[in-house]
Nanobody
Framework: QVRLIESGGGSVQAGGSLRLSCAAS????????GGWFRQTPGKEREFVAAISRQGVIKYYGDSVKGRFTISRDDAKKTMYIQMDNLKLADTAVYYC?????????????????WGQGTQVTVSS
């Protein structure tokens, strides 16, 4: 059974930092591209960042470029996103996802497996 479990969410003041982790099990994680998405009530899921197998290629959404950094540790079967200089607009539920069928993708439909999400709340 494939599972992706996010952790590291919480509440932080604007300008602060958080690091989210996504621990994978039930799959050979190194064979999968990874992605982070976020969603707020009433809005569509928004692309945050993606990383290819072996971490060679990384993409970021325009709203997080320069502030967020995606990475992976295949030995630990874990993907991360370091979020710095957080803004109120970053408040959302953050989801990690894994794809075996794409090198990297900003499209949520390309990801086969999803975590349950972790809440990030940024306050002033």
């Amino acid at each position: 059974q494939v599972r992706l479990i996010e952790s590291g969410g919480g509440s932080v003041q604007a300008g602060g930092s958080l690091r989210l982790s996504c621990a994978a099990s039930g799959l050979t994680f190194s064979w999968y591209a990874g992605g982070w998405f976020r969603q707020t009530p009433g809005k569509e899921r928004e692309f945050v960042a993606a990383i290819s197998r072996q971490g060679v290629i990384k993409y970021y959404g325009d709203s997080v470029k320069g502030r967020f950094t995606i990475s992976r540790d295949d030995a630990k079967k874990t993907m991360y996103i370091q979020m710095d200089n957080l803004k109120l607009a970053d408040t959302a539920v953050y989801y990690c996802a894994a794809s075996h069928t794409t090198a990297t993708s900003q499209n949520a439909d390309d990801y086969e497996f999803w975590g349950q999400g972790t809440q990030v709340t940024v306050s002033s």
